[in-house]
T-cell receptor, first 110, second 113 residues
Framework: DVKVTQSSRYLVKRTGEKVFLECVQD?????MFWYRQDPGLGLRLIYF???????EKGDIPEGYSVSREKKERFSLILESASTNQTSMYLC?????????FGPGTRLTVL | GENVEQHPSTLSVQEGDSAVIKCTYS??????FPWYKQELGKGPQLIID?????GEKKDQRIAVTLNKTAKHFSLHITETQPEDSAVYFC????????????FGTGTSLTVIP
């Protein structure tokens, strides 16, 4: 079975802190994605990556950056967390077609 | 870019009844349409998908229909059961954009026993 894991299920941070969300997939997928999920807004794409060291902006990249140093790992970075970044963050990976999602990280920024 | 609209946002049905969720998309070049189910506390999971060269696909109690001319697709769940209660998302994708998905805003389905 494809497995996508995320480093934390729940995270509480203070405004201004630097936050790292980690995602690891075990199926050698080329594509990896970071979404945020908010009520009534569905899943919105933040960043995605087609290959190691490659990244593309999604629909809402402002306030976020990403890193993909290894094929299996895709990190989402909040350089200076703000309260409006309180959300559920979902990571996904794919080869082609179906995207496989991790369980999500619920981030609260106080 | 692609815009996917999904209706209704909430849906309640009696156990055993059918449920229908509808999505429209804007980009006629989209050619892959997956449906995801998200249970409480979990990530979305694919339940069925359809490609643009097919008009309908069925998997047991779940079916998806696609109307390319009208640019809409629908999820049909028959003989609903309480375990069908979840949030459902539709999505659209173009094969030449590296598998980027555009998601609808989700439908919260409640099946009343």
């Amino acid at each position: 079975d494809v497995k996508v894991t995320q480093s934390s299920r729940y995270l509480v941070k203070r405004t201004g802190e630097k936050v790292f969300l980690e995602c690891v997939q075990d199926m050698d997928h080329e594509n990896m994605f970071w979404y945020r999920q908010d009520p009534g807004l569905g899943l919105r794409l933040i960043y995605f990556s087609y290959d190691v060291k490659m990244k593309e902006k999604g629909d809402i990249p402002e306030g976020y950056s990403v890193s993909r140093e290894k094929k299996e790992r895709f990190s989402l970075i909040l350089e200076s967390a703000s309260t409006n970044q309180t959300s559920m963050y979902l990571c996904a990976s794919s080869a082609w077609g179906e995207q496989f999602f991790g369980p999500g990280t619920r981030l609260t920024v106080l | 870019g692609e815009n996917v609209e999904q209706h209704p946002s909430t849906l309640s049905v009696q156990e055993g009844d059918s449920a229908v969720i509808k999505c429209t998309y804007s980009d006629s070049a989209s050619n892959y349409f997956p449906w995801y189910k998200q249970e409480l506390g979990k990530g979305p999971q694919l339940i069925i998908d359809i490609r643009s060269n097919v008009g309908e696909k069925k998997d047991q109690r779940i079916a998806v229909t696609l109307n390319k001319t009208a640019k809409h697709f629908s999820l049909h769940i028959t003989e609903t059961q309480p375990e069908d209660s979840a949030v459902y998302f539709c999505a659209a994708s173009k094969s030449n954009t590296g598998n980027q998905f555009y998601f609808g805003t989700g439908t919260s389905l409640t099946v009343i026993p």
